[in-house]
């Protein structure tokens, strides 16, 4: 008998923008939960916001939004630092947090001193960590980047938040696929290059043995400025699920970063 069930409709959020000054996220956060938007997402661009301090002050000022972080650049913090952050704000806020982890753009962990030599074994060492201090484990790891001695968080959440990891070129959107609980692709992929990646992805879920198929999660940049707004975002979003997106945050451009333009057009 041929399956006739269909694929659920992906969960569909906008973007703040660090182009937007931090006084405005509080209002913009407000706006969002009360349209009834399903999640907002927070950026960490060096040099202008974080990405835990803007999703704290999203999480406070909202009933019901999810909000999550992307992204956090792996060089910067040690692990368990990261998640003891990240385990305050899902006991703040349960259910309500998506942990975002990335490389961080090499140039930038260059300008800090930060840059490592295998950003892909730091990211595979940093996330497993963190998974494993989320989920309530006591660590010792003696790997090239990660080093954790007899570490446990004092406050672990009841349920670890979702981690989504960001990622791009094939090798690291293979290992997204096998760290991750979903995996985040950027506000430059079109409709194809997400159906490409999503092959690539779901063979790294594959390989690890995991059950079903990875959860995708994509950033898509629409103008709102001009005419047929509601139309140009279903189209947007039609393609971009037809490609393999299971989530859709749609952002604005850089020179008018405010989300709140979409608010009315986004589907309920």
Do not use: K
Not at 31 to 52: I, S
Not at 241 to 267: C, H, K, N, T, Y
Request: include cysteine; glycine fraction near 10%; hydrophobic fraction near 45%.
């Amino acid at each position: 008998m041929t399956d006739m069930t269909e694929a659920a409709p992906p969960t569909v959020g906008i973007v703040f923008r660090p182009q937007s000054p931090p006084e405005q996220l509080r209002a913009i956060a407000r706006a969002a939960d009360e349209a009834g938007t399903a999640e907002l997402w927070v950026w960490e661009d060096c040099f202008l916001e974080g990405g835990l301090t803007t999703a704290t002050a999203a999480l406070v000022s909202t009933e019901r939004l999810r909000v999550g972080i992307g992204l956090l650049p792996v060089p910067l913090r040690n692990p368990a630092l990261a998640a003891m952050e990240v385990a305050t704000l899902e006991r703040l806020a349960p259910g309500r947090v998506v942990a975002g982890f990335g490389h961080g753009v090499l140039e930038w962990m260059g300008q800090v001193g930060a840059r490592v030599a295998s950003p892909l074994t730091l990211l595979r060492e940093y996330v497993t960590a963190v998974r494993a201090l989320l989920g309530g484990e006591t660590l010792d790891v003696s790997g090239r980047y990660v080093s954790l001695s007899d570490v446990a968080l004092g406050w672990p959440p009841a349920t670890a938040p979702e981690i989504t990891v960001g990622a791009a070129r094939p090798r690291t959107l293979r290992l997204a696929g096998e760290i991750g609980d979903s995996v985040l692709l950027d506000a430059f992929n079109d409709a194809a290059a997400v159906r490409a990646a999503r092959a690539v992805i779901d063979e790294g879920w594959a390989a690890a043995g995991r059950p079903g198929r990875a959860s995708v999660r994509v950033f898509t940049e629409i103008d709102p400025r001009g005419g047929g707004l509601d139309q140009r975002i279903a189209d947007r979003i039609g393609e971009l699920a037809d490609a393999g997106a299971d989530a859709i945050a749609i952002q604005a451009p850089a020179d008018v970063p405010d989300p709140r333009a979409f608010l009315e057009s986004l589907p309920g």
